[in-house]
């Protein structure tokens, strides 16, 4: 089957997890995209997890999930060599996205504008090109850090704290991907060139899940949701193996979990019919609620609350995640054949065009560092003097 | 005006809360004419009537005019408001749909069925029309219709049981809503990547997206350390198992932190300068190899801990910085309102509306050269576009009218 995307063609430049969370996007719907990294492997090819906990660039768990279905080209593009090579990669590209510290990011920015039927780009950077911190360097940390998350992330007696490792640089990377084909749309059909810059700072801070503007709208008040115990049932709740949150504080989902737990005489139970009566009986529907809990497992009490349309679901663990029933259904995890590693378990498709059993997306076998070197270059026109002449010099590796 | 690179595009959207809503601004801030269709009378969980709901910013007005939740996602696009369980109003949502390129709802599965959308019909009268769902739970599966919200997916993917602090239970990990940051990022790219196909085939399509499966592509790490090496990740917390020191610190003033960290030897080299020991990174101290510093972590920790508690975060993370090194101060809104990088770039806009009065806005994800995003329209006000896009759609003024006074559109709740 053709791919939506087939025929566009992308160039992504550097190690990070958020530039190749980007490329991904891409390459998974079928776009040709080629990943352009520094000869000994940057970060992406770094990061654990390994196969049995031993280092090795073509296997690390990031590098399998995020580089799947893309060719490499091992490039140093701190020399001219690399940058005449990337030049006459992106001729004719529709897309480059270059996630480069920042002096390399100019110069190799500059050589992709200048190709011959240049693509739009898009720069990846923590703080941006300009201002300031341009030049620091973050980590998915310290972005976070900056970006009101971590401050609300905590408990009050407890540290800020951060999400999952490296879930900043992904969603910094979709943010990447969505201005992206926004420019490549729009460069296919009104031919202008659109040069993007994606600071993750700004990528977070100005997506929905932060504080800032409940602040700013609230002219600096804090924010916080006035619930207390007198809300519920709100909150993670223990059940017979393990825990359930649910959101039921408010009508009409108070009244269904009632009906839920067969108790629905509390809908018009004087302790529990107004938002008044409901605060200080809140052990009187603990009496009642917990030792129903107790009684079910979390998918006995989330398929039961489901059936009164309550928002209620099962606290599970990845192996949990993958086992579930509509992950099962649907497809919802996939397998490829990762050379060198064997069959792996990666995330399915983001969305599906076309519903139940499309082919429009796929994720390919990530590849060996600079496995596609020989070829790209060919393509390029380089002779067999020429590309011995670069991988003696030591620009492809 | 706006980015032009969705020039020509028509987004019909049908969506309440944010993951939907943020998507169709994000579509609005890259040049798509972004038509939002709310329910009436019916009205949205971000529209509170009472003025005492904590989503509610001080304001003129309706409540549910001036409700940050409302505000947050929901620039650069028309509002309409119609009941859709009308014959009338599904009839001038059926002229919506015979002009628009996509159509975008967030309902659990089978509502827009029961408002009479199914999407045999929907494509038979609009053959060229791509419809974008975005259900928790997906289109399909045992779960078709669960209900479900941003909080609820963390939990079902395995990032809830992950994110919490190490020493505490999972139990006690805050709800996040995550997934209403990268799902609408996720449909601008289902959005675009629908037309592309489109044009090849000449045909719209049903586009299913399940917010959950969405959230699962967003944790690599926790999905490869399982299924390479049959290991559940542990809760780290601020730490990182392969890198010390990496973390968070108490600094100076009044519950201010600083995250610290050094991913390899030179950025160790520069947060010893700056934090006045560079011994600590010389040939010979135990604390100058990636090993060594992995095998004192505790020890390290105690030290970075003094050196942060004796600044305020800003002092240390510039001090850090100059250096090389990395460190960040912990940012509530004030203290990113006052970021010098985020100023210099001109980030915040200031941002007027009819209730709020002009506010200082977070800015746009991305920018974009020759054309810049632009906040053309704030958050629109109930049925605010209703006669002007009524009027595009071929409704003269005594039709209009007529809608409104027998309650088929409106501008008001309550």
């Given at each position: 089957m053709t791919q939506p995307l087939e025929g566009i063609r992308v160039v992504e430049v550097g190690d990070g997890v958020a530039v190749a969370c980007a490329g991904k996007q891409f390459a998974d719907f079928g776009a040709e995209v080629v990943k352009v990294e520094r000869p000994g492997g940057g970060e992406i090819r770094r990061l654990p997890p390994f196969p049995d906990d031993r280092p090795h660039r073509d296997r690390g768990g990031f590098h399998l999930s995020l580089d799947t279905g893309k060719r490499s080209l091992a490039l140093d593009l701190g020399t001219p060599s690399g940058r005449e090579v990337l030049g006459r990669l992106a001729a004719g590209a529709q897309l480059a996205l270059v996630e480069l510290a920042p002096e390399l990011a100019g110069r190799v920015l500059a050589t992709v504008g200048d190709a011959i039927e240049a693509p739009s780009t898009v720069a990846l950077s923590p703080?941006?090109?300009?201002?300031?911190?341009?030049?620091r360097r973050e980590n998915d940390l310290s972005i976070f850090a900056w970006t009101t998350r971590m401050h609300r992330h905590?408990?009050?007696?407890e540290p800020p704290l951060r999400y999952a490792p490296h879930v900043v640089a992904m969603q910094v990377g979709l943010t990447a991907a969505a201005s992206g084909i926004g420019a490549v749309w729009g460069q296919l059909h009104d031919g202008i060139r659109r040069d993007a810059e994606v600071a993750a700072v700004e990528a977070l801070a100005g997506n929905?899940?932060?504080?800032f503007v409940a602040w700013s709208l609230s002219g600096g008040a804090p924010s916080?949701?006035?619930?207390?115990?007198?809300?519920?049932?709100v909150g993670t709740y223990g059940c017979k193996d393990g825990f359930v949150q649910l959101t039921a504080g408010d009508s009409p989902f108070f009244e269904r979990a009632c009906r839920a737990i067969g108790r629905p005489e509390f809908i018009d139970d004087a302790r529990f019919r107004t938002k008044e009566s409901r605060p200080p009986n809140h052990e009187a529907f603990l009496a009642v609620f917990q030792p129903w809990l107790d009684e079910r497992t979390r998918d006995e009490v989330f398929h039961s609350m489901q059936a009164e349309r309550v928002l209620c679901t099962p606290i599970l663990d990845v192996s949990e995640a993958l086992r579930g029933a509509q992950s099962v259904a649907r497809g919802s995890y996939v397998t490829v054949d990762q050379p060198g590693v064997g069959a792996m378990t990666l995330a399915g498709p983001p969305f599906r065009l076309g519903?139940?059993?499309?082919?429009a997306w796929r994720a390919g076998p990530a590849p060996r560092l600079g496995e596609h070197n020989g070829e790209i270059l060919d393509a390029l026109g380089y002779s067999a003097d020429e590309q011995q002449a670069l991988f003696r010099a030591g620009v492809t590796g | 005006m706006t980015s032009r690179a969705l020039a020509g595009v028509r987004v019909i959207e049908l969506c309440e809360v944010w993951a939907g809503p943020v998507g169709g601004s994000l579509l609005g801030d890259l040049g798509a004419d972004v038509i939002k269709v709310e329910s009436y009378p019916r009205f949205s969980?971000?529209?509170?009537?009472?003025?005492?709901?904590?989503?509610v910013a001080p304001g003129?007005?309706?409540?549910y005019e001036h409700s940050w939740a409302q505000h947050q996602?929901?620039?650069?696009k028309r509002n309409m408001a119609i009941d859709l369980r009308r014959e009338e109003g599904a009839a001038a949502f059926r002229r919506l749909l015979a002009r628009a390129d996509v159509v975008v709802d967030s309902f659990s599965a089978g509502t827009m069925e029961k408002l009479g959308f199914d999407w045999e019909r929907m494509h038979a009268d609009a053959p060229r029309l791509i419809r974008v769902s975005l259900p928790g739970w997906g289109?399909?599966?045992?779960?078709?219709g669960y209900v479900a919200f941003g909080g609820g997916f963390d939990c079902v993917t395995g990032h809830t049981a992950v994110?919490?602090?190490?020493?505490?239970?999972?139990?006690?990990t805050s709800p996040i809503t995550h997934s209403d940051a990268t799902v609408p990022l996720t449909l601008v790219f289902a959005v675009v990547t629908a037309l592309r196909e489109r044009e090849r085939t000449g045909e719209g399509m049903l586009v299913d997206l399940s917010q959950v499966e969405e959230l699962a592509t967003q944790i690599p790490g926790i999905l490869a350390e399982w299924t390479l090496n049959g290991r559940l990740p542990a809760r780290v917390g601020n730490t990182e198992?392969?890198?010390?020191?990496h973390d968070c610190y108490r600094a100076a003033g009044d519950d201010r932190w600083v995250v610290l960290a050094a991913e390899d030897d030179a950025q160790w080299g520069a947060l010893a300068r700056a934090a006045g020991h560079p011994e600590w990174a010389e040939?010979?101290?135990?604390?100058?190899?990636v090993v060594g510093r992995l095998r004192e972590r505790e020890a390290l920790d105690r030290a970075l801990a003094t050196y942060a508690a004796g600044a305020e975060p800003e002092a240390i993370a510039d001090a850090v910085q100059a250096e090389g090194g990395l460190a960040a101060p912990v940012a509530g809104p004030q203290e990113m309102l006052l970021s010098p990088q985020l100023n210099a770039r001109g980030w915040f806009p200031t941002v007027d509306h009819p209730y709020t009065g002009p506010r200082i806005q977070a800015g746009f994800l991305w920018r974009f050269a020759p054309d810049a995003p632009s906040?053309?329209?704030?958050?629109?006000?109930?049925?605010?576009y209703n006669r002007e896009l009524l009027r595009e759609h071929g409704y003269d003024d005594r039709e209009i009218d007529r809608l409104e006074a027998d309650g088929v559109i409106g501008s008001s709740y309550g």
């Amino acid at each position: 089957m053709t791919q939506p995307l087939e025929g566009i063609r992308v160039v992504e430049v550097g190690d990070g997890v958020a530039v190749a969370c980007a490329g991904k996007q891409f390459a998974d719907f079928g776009a040709e995209v080629v990943k352009v990294e520094r000869p000994g492997g940057g970060e992406i090819r770094r990061l654990p997890p390994f196969p049995d906990d031993r280092p090795h660039r073509d296997r690390g768990g990031f590098h399998l999930s995020l580089d799947t279905g893309k060719r490499s080209l091992a490039l140093d593009l701190g020399t001219p060599s690399g940058r005449e090579v990337l030049g006459r990669l992106a001729a004719g590209a529709q897309l480059a996205l270059v996630e480069l510290a920042p002096e390399l990011a100019g110069r190799v920015l500059a050589t992709v504008g200048d190709a011959i039927e240049a693509p739009s780009t898009v720069a990846l950077s923590p703080h941006g090109l300009g201002g300031p911190y341009a030049g620091r360097r973050e980590n998915d940390l310290s972005i976070f850090a900056w970006t009101t998350r971590m401050h609300r992330h905590r408990l009050e007696d407890e540290p800020p704290l951060r999400y999952a490792p490296h879930v900043v640089a992904m969603q910094v990377g979709l943010t990447a991907a969505a201005s992206g084909i926004g420019a490549v749309w729009g460069q296919l059909h009104d031919g202008i060139r659109r040069d993007a810059e994606v600071a993750a700072v700004e990528a977070l801070a100005g997506n929905v899940d932060t504080s800032f503007v409940a602040w700013s709208l609230s002219g600096g008040a804090p924010s916080v949701p006035r619930r207390s115990r007198g809300t519920y049932p709100v909150g993670t709740y223990g059940c017979k193996d393990g825990f359930v949150q649910l959101t039921a504080g408010d009508s009409p989902f108070f009244e269904r979990a009632c009906r839920a737990i067969g108790r629905p005489e509390f809908i018009d139970d004087a302790r529990f019919r107004t938002k008044e009566s409901r605060p200080p009986n809140h052990e009187a529907f603990l009496a009642v609620f917990q030792p129903w809990l107790d009684e079910r497992t979390r998918d006995e009490v989330f398929h039961s609350m489901q059936a009164e349309r309550v928002l209620c679901t099962p606290i599970l663990d990845v192996s949990e995640a993958l086992r579930g029933a509509q992950s099962v259904a649907r497809g919802s995890y996939v397998t490829v054949d990762q050379p060198g590693v064997g069959a792996m378990t990666l995330a399915g498709p983001p969305f599906r065009l076309g519903g139940v059993g499309s082919e429009a997306w796929r994720a390919g076998p990530a590849p060996r560092l600079g496995e596609h070197n020989g070829e790209i270059l060919d393509a390029l026109g380089y002779s067999a003097d020429e590309q011995q002449a670069l991988f003696r010099a030591g620009v492809t590796g | 005006m706006t980015s032009r690179a969705l020039a020509g595009v028509r987004v019909i959207e049908l969506c309440e809360v944010w993951a939907g809503p943020v998507g169709g601004s994000l579509l609005g801030d890259l040049g798509a004419d972004v038509i939002k269709v709310e329910s009436y009378p019916r009205f949205s969980p971000t529209r509170p009537l009472d003025p005492a709901d904590w989503r509610v910013a001080p304001g003129e007005g309706p409540a549910y005019e001036h409700s940050w939740a409302q505000h947050q996602g929901n620039r650069n696009k028309r509002n309409m408001a119609i009941d859709l369980r009308r014959e009338e109003g599904a009839a001038a949502f059926r002229r919506l749909l015979a002009r628009a390129d996509v159509v975008v709802d967030s309902f659990s599965a089978g509502t827009m069925e029961k408002l009479g959308f199914d999407w045999e019909r929907m494509h038979a009268d609009a053959p060229r029309l791509i419809r974008v769902s975005l259900p928790g739970w997906g289109l399909f599966g045992p779960y078709q219709g669960y209900v479900a919200f941003g909080g609820g997916f963390d939990c079902v993917t395995g990032h809830t049981a992950v994110r919490g602090y190490p020493w505490r239970g999972v139990e006690d990990t805050s709800p996040i809503t995550h997934s209403d940051a990268t799902v609408p990022l996720t449909l601008v790219f289902a959005v675009v990547t629908a037309l592309r196909e489109r044009e090849r085939t000449g045909e719209g399509m049903l586009v299913d997206l399940s917010q959950v499966e969405e959230l699962a592509t967003q944790i690599p790490g926790i999905l490869a350390e399982w299924t390479l090496n049959g290991r559940l990740p542990a809760r780290v917390g601020n730490t990182e198992q392969h890198v010390a020191p990496h973390d968070c610190y108490r600094a100076a003033g009044d519950d201010r932190w600083v995250v610290l960290a050094a991913e390899d030897d030179a950025q160790w080299g520069a947060l010893a300068r700056a934090a006045g020991h560079p011994e600590w990174a010389e040939d010979g101290h135990p604390w100058a190899s990636v090993v060594g510093r992995l095998r004192e972590r505790e020890a390290l920790d105690r030290a970075l801990a003094t050196y942060a508690a004796g600044a305020e975060p800003e002092a240390i993370a510039d001090a850090v910085q100059a250096e090389g090194g990395l460190a960040a101060p912990v940012a509530g809104p004030q203290e990113m309102l006052l970021s010098p990088q985020l100023n210099a770039r001109g980030w915040f806009p200031t941002v007027d509306h009819p209730y709020t009065g002009p506010r200082i806005q977070a800015g746009f994800l991305w920018r974009f050269a020759p054309d810049a995003p632009s906040w053309d329209l704030p958050c629109g006000l109930v049925g605010e576009y209703n006669r002007e896009l009524l009027r595009e759609h071929g409704y003269d003024d005594r039709e209009i009218d007529r809608l409104e006074a027998d309650g088929v559109i409106g501008s008001s709740y309550g």
